[in-house]
T-cell receptor, first 114, second 115 residues
Framework: ELKVEQNPLFLSMQEGKNYTIYCNYS?????LYWYRQDPGKSLESLFV?????AVKQEGRLMASLDTKARLSTLHITAAVHDLSATYFC??????????????FGKGTLLTVNP | KAGVTQTPRYLIKTRGQQVTLSCSPI?????VSWYQQTPGQGLQFLFE???????NKGNFPGRFSGRQFSNSRSEMNVSTLELGDSALYLC??????????????FGPGTRLLVL
């Protein structure tokens, strides 16, 4: 059974600071996704990481994937209040034949304080 | 391009009733996946449909079922509702079936409350 663990689960940070959210997963996978969810809203896709060493950046967010360590990171640079949200990582797992199942981490609730 | 739409947005039912939720994917998308989100269990995969066929099913009891129509719209049905079924039900669509690294686009969800 694939386990996807995020840490921290809760993160309170000040505007202007940097921080990293970690996503560990327990079985081999080459596809990792990051999503953002605002309170009461649906999930918004942030990044799709498809290979070892992949790095993607959008604004103040940068995601990377190390498939050998089974680890992805989401780095926040110079946080601003608008980044306050819950961030989820999710991993594709082959469950049989050519069928995959997306397994999500518990999410990291990020609060950026002025 | 219109996004994924889900109806209804909110629903209140009582134990033992059944409910049907609807999801209309982005135009041209053929894959629809359903997820249940609760504070305790987080986001859990329910099932995926692609071209009217169920490709994959999560670890949920048989009370949870779904189907997909020829226009790719999907419905999810939960029979004999239990209190623990209270959750936000999200559907997501993509052009290709899961496993190819394609982004899934999520709908706004249906919030189900079982009393």
């Amino acid at each position: 059974e694939l386990k996807v663990e995020q840490n921290p689960l809760f993160l309170s940070m000040q505007e202007g600071k940097n921080y990293t959210i970690y996503c560990n997963y327990s079985t081999t996978s080459d596809r990792l996704y990051w999503y953002r969810q605002d309170p009461g809203k649906s999930l918004e896709s942030l990044f799709v990481l498809l290979s070892n060493g992949a790095v993607k950046q959008e604004g103040r967010l940068m995601a990377s994937l190390d498939t050998k360590a089974r680890l992805s990171t989401l780095h926040i640079t110079a946080a601003v209040h608008d980044l306050s949200a819950t961030y989820f990582c999710a991993v594709d797992r082959l469950v049989g034949g050519s069928n995959y199942k997306l397994t999500f981490g518990k999410g990291t609730l990020l609060t950026v304080n002025p | 391009k219109a996004g994924v739409t889900q109806t209804p947005r909110y629903l209140i039912k009582t134990r033992g009733q059944q409910v049907t939720l609807s999801c209309s994917p982005i135009s041209g998308h053929r894959s629809v996946s359903w997820y249940q989100q609760t504070p305790g269990q987080g986001l859990q995969f329910l099932f995926e449909y692609f071209s009217e066929t169920q490709r994959n099913k999560g670890n949920f009891p048989g009370r949870f079922s779904g189907r997909q129509f020829s226009n790719s719209r999907s419905e999810m049905n939960v029979s004999t509702l239990e209190l623990g079924d209270s959750a936000l039900y999200l559907c997501a669509s993509s052009f290709m079936a899961s496993g190819v690294g394609e982004t899934q686009y999520f709908g706004p969800g249906t919030r189900l409350l079982v009393l």
